[in-house]
Nanobody
């Protein structure tokens, strides 16, 4: 059973920084894409950033220039460095990983979520 374990969330003041980590463990032969989503109270879950197995990245417009996603394939871990945090970044942050199954299909595994709160 594959599991994703997140860490690094917490409470910070506006302008501060946090680094989120998410490590995948279990019966894993490989991981394709990894990423982060977030969900604020009363809002839908939204994509924050993604990173492919080859290292290419995408970001939501709202976090470009402030957040950086990276990964360590040897550790099956994805990171999200969050700088210049704003109150609107307050949300539960979820990591995910696309786990290949067989030669064609894959499934997306989600972490339990970690709370990030940015005070004004």
């Amino acid at each position: 059973q594959v599991q994703l374990v997140e860490s690094g969330g917490g409470l910070v003041q506006a302008g501060g920084s946090l680094r989120l980590s998410c490590a995948a463990s279990g019966s894993i032969f490989s991981i394709s894409g990894m990423g982060w989503h977030r969900q604020a109270p009363g809002k839908q879950r939204e994509l924050v950033a993604t990173i492919s197995s080859g290292g290419s990245t995408t970001y939501a417009d709202s976090v470009k220039g402030r957040f950086t996603i990276s990964r360590d394939n040897a550790k099956n871990t994805v990171y999200l460095q969050m700088n210049s945090l704003k109150p609107e970044d307050t949300a539960v942050y979820y990591c995910n990983a696309d786990i290949p199954v067989g030669s064609r299909s894959s499934y997306k595994k989600w972490g339990q979520g970690t709370q990030v709160t940015v005070s004004s």
